[in-house]
């Protein structure tokens, strides 16, 4: 009967044990949470990475602030360049305006078309007036005395062409400095005009 008796024995307590095994799994699974081991390693990773994140959006920000001022430092620089030039050139230009005016001043002589021959121009007729004596006639087959008041009809004349001579050099210095002037304006704004878009 010993032998039974640790059969039994034997066998109540194997039965205990599975019994109670199979209550501790149970137990253990349901009471007990897994924990997985990387999980806190995976949250500090994130939290660094937003850290990261903003500081690097934030130099980012800064840097961009920082080339706007640069760019703008430079866009200030180019304009007043710009302005420079351009005054001078407005300057030059209104010298020239003021010339042109001076020149439309000098008026056309009265009385030159009554002692003209010909075709002669007033300037052609002075170089021939130094070549002859006051008193003769300037031209064999036309009457015109080399006289004081001839003398100076043509003077006033030869001024009067000069000055339209000048009027025309001096219109075409006007187109090109008024070119200069559009050129300048349009180069500023060619190479700078955009810069907002970087705002």
Excluded: C, H
Aim: glycine fraction near 10%; hydrophobic fraction near 35%.
């Amino acid at each position: 009967m010993k032998r039974n008796e640790i059969f039994i024995i034997g066998g109540a307590i194997l039965a205990a044990i599975l019994l109670f095994k199979g209550q501790a799994t149970s137990s253990v699974s349901g009471s007990i949470p897994f924990i997985n081991p990387f999980s806190n390693l995976l949250g500090k990773a994130e939290a660094q990475a937003l850290q990261t994140l903003g500081s690097n959006i934030e130099t980012l920000q800064s840097v961009k602030q920082s080339n706007l001022g640069i760019a703008q430092s430079i866009l200030d620089l180019e304009r007043s360049t710009a302005d420079v030039k351009i005054s001078q050139q407005q300057t030059e230009l209104d010298r020239t305006q003021g010339y042109i005016g001076s020149q439309q001043r000098i008026g056309a002589s009265a009385g030159f078309s009554n002692i003209r021959p010909g075709t002669w121009d007033a300037q052609s007729l002075l170089r021939k007036f130094s070549q002859t004596g006051f008193g003769q006639s300037l031209f064999p087959d036309f009457r015109l005395i080399a006289n004081q008041e001839n003398f100076g009809i043509i003077q006033q004349q030869a001024q009067y062409e000069i000055a339209q001579g000048n009027i025309g050099k001096a219109n075409e210095m006007v187109q090109r400095q008024q070119g200069e002037i559009d050129r300048l304006n349009e180069e500023y704004q060619t190479r700078f005009g955009g810069i907002s878009r970087y705002g």
